[in-house]
């Protein structure tokens, strides 16, 4: 009996040691769940987005030059006025007595210069009679040199009264020029916008001239000053679509067209921007001064083409995840860089699809490329093509008599065509190169420039010529060159929108493909491809969540991190797995 009792409490402690190593146990591992997102058609627009104010073209501030007291006012608030209409009227009391002084003051000094040419003729007839006596010799020389000094002294007198009598009639005229001042008129046909006056009300234009009225330009055409930020200035150039709202009507949307990008920076808590002028339609004269608008700049667009989510795009999948869907990773998996292909040209493709290179984008979706000679990759692909059939790729995989041929050829160009040829051949072969493909794929590689004629090739090298050497002829070299270079810097030319080889995700049938594509512009949430092997509808993987696993551990409190195998349908990023979080490094599907 006393053992009975000994092994009861002993089988009670163990069977709760027992639960509870079972709970704390790791649970199995469960199967992912992939994100998935539908291939779509539409339109992917590249915007900019910036506020600004809308103001008149044109806007003058109607002020006084002289100080005094409005008598009256002939315009108010939103009166449209013409050229030359009277709008206010000064006190002219004061400058009309200041007039009519200084036409007294003229008409004193022209009776002086009567009085002084008189004089003058008086002094003539007794320098005419002393002559004569003197020649006579009946009077002294003193006497003669005496009427000499009086008739100069006359002369003199009159050339004085003359210059007294200009200066006279100036100050006439400016009393009279400040008299009209009194009179102030529209100087441009508009509307008032602005009245800062009073009848009554004295003006002071001793140091500046007061504001009394701002009379707005034709407002049926207005302008946004818009602040647009460093990072997006350098895509801003005259002559790009601009639509905007405002708050005082939020269900319509204005157009416009950029005008001007000022080169002027502003800066403003450490924070540069620059002022960019966007030309407004106001027909209707729904906008109005000083409203603020939320401008969005259409940098560049393609309509109805393939769009994917650029998450997307993000996605890189791990060798685990291909464990847990029972899959095995594709050939060169984890190898360097799998999937990224040679930069410029989707693998398995074309040897001459290159980075910005004609696209079947104007083909049906999933249609087959025609078979053309296609665009080299660079100046020098006749050279590279052996290295490229032994499996290398880049300059340094090449041939010693491939890198002589194409170190000869650069010598025979001039230093224009040399620098283009620089940028096709980083587009074609910089970084990675062949050295980064699957087996299969170099393979495909091989068997495509094999394949290609003689002539093939010399048409590559011709195509490649002739975009040298214009690129050679649009290079400034002159003085003249310079300013159209200069012309250039303050109007950008519209640049094409740059094309990406990059790797998708394919979930076709339950199993995780990898699809080359070729994609252009963005707009934050949807991509724009333009080739690839891509459908309408296709499903593209864009993360990995992880079911909720029996026995996992849970936490009341919202604000503590949730990590993978906690909580259930936590999307897992970051560190490979998927979704937009930063990849850690390691990750094997990159």
Not at 302 to 321: E, I, N, Q, Y
Not at 541 to 554: D, E, I, Y
């Amino acid at each position: 009996m006393k053992i009975k009792w000994i092994v009861l409490p002993v089988l009670v402690a163990g069977a709760a040691a027992g639960g509870v190593m079972y709970y704390r146990a790791e649970p199995a591992q469960a199967s992912a769940e992939l994100i998935t997102a539908e291939v779509s058609r539409g339109d992917v627009v590249e915007t900019v987005q910036a506020t600004g104010s809308l103001e008149a073209v044109t806007t003058v501030q109607v002020g006084s030059q002289v100080s005094g007291a409005i008598k009256a006012l002939h315009a108010d608030f939103n009166s449209e006025v013409r050229k030359g209409q009277v709008v206010a009227e000064l006190d002219p009391s004061l400058f009309q007595t200041q007039v009519e002084q200084a036409r007294a003051t003229v008409v004193r000094l022209q009776a002086d210069l009567d009085r002084a040419k008189v004089q003058v003729d008086d002094a003539q007839l007794k320098l005419k009679r002393a002559r004569e006596l003197s020649a006579r010799q009946l009077i002294p020389a003193s006497e003669l040199e005496t009427a000499e000094s009086t008739m100069r002294q006359t002369q003199s007198a009159v050339k004085s009264a003359e210059a007294q009598i200009v200066q006279a009639r100036a100050s006439l005229n400016q009393n009279q020029v400040n008299l009209d001042h009194t009179i102030i008129k529209a100087p441009i046909d508009g509307i008032v916008v602005s009245r800062n006056v009073d009848v009554g009300q004295t003006v002071a234009a001793s140091m500046q001239a007061p504001t009394l009225f701002i009379i707005a330009g034709d407002l049926t055409q207005m302008q946004v000053s818009a602040s647009i930020d460093e990072s997006d200035i350098g895509r801003i150039r005259p002559g790009l679509p601009v639509t905007f709202r405002v708050d005082a009507y939020p269900d319509d949307r204005f157009t416009g067209q950029v005008r001007q990008v000022r080169l002027q920076p502003v800066v403003s808590q450490n924070v540069v921007s620059y002022t960019t002028i966007i030309a407004v339609p106001n027909r209707d004269l729904k906008l109005r001064p000083g409203m603020t608008a939320n401008v969005t700049v259409e940098i560049a667009r393609a309509d109805d083409v393939l769009r994917v989510p650029s998450g997307a795009l993000r996605f890189r999948p791990t060798p685990d995840l291909f464990t847990q869907l029972g899959q095995q990773p594709p050939a060169g998996f984890g190898a360097g860089r799998p999937g990224a292909g040679m930069p410029g040209r989707p693998p398995g493709g074309p040897a001459g699809a290159v980075a910005g290179a004609p696209t079947d984008q104007g083909r049906p979706s999933g249609a087959a490329a025609p078979q053309s000679p296609p665009s080299p990759p660079a100046p020098a692909a006749t050279a590279a093509a052996p290295a490229q059939e032994q499996g290398g790729g880049g300059f340094g995989a090449m041939t010693p008599e491939a890198r002589a041929q194409m170190r000869e050829r650069m010598q025979q160009m001039s230093p224009e065509e040399r620098q283009a040829m620089r940028e096709r051949f980083q587009g074609g072969f910089g970084g990675g190169g062949g050295a980064s493909l699957t087996p299969e794929e170099r393979q495909a590689r091989r068997e495509q420039m094999q394949q290609l004629s003689p002539e093939a090739r010399e048409a590559m090298r011709q195509r490649f010529r002739q975009d040298a050497q214009g690129a050679a002829a649009a290079a400034p070299k002159t003085a003249t060159g310079r300013a159209a270079g200069r012309a250039k810097a303050a109007a950008p030319a519209p640049e094409a929108p740059r094309v990406t080889v990059r790797p998708l995700w394919v979930l076709n049938g339950g199993k995780l493909e990898r699809v080359m594509v070729s994609t252009t512009i963005s707009d934050g949430a949807m991509t724009a491809v333009v080739s690839g092997a891509l459908q309408p509808g296709a499903k593209v993987v864009t993360g990995v969540a992880q079911p909720k696993t029996p026995g996992a551990q849970t936490t009341s409190n919202p604000f503590m991190p949730r990590f993978p195998g906690g909580q259930g349908g936590q999307r897992q990023g970051g560190a490979g797995a998927g979704g937009a979080g930063p990849r850690a490094p390691g990750g094997a599907g990159r």
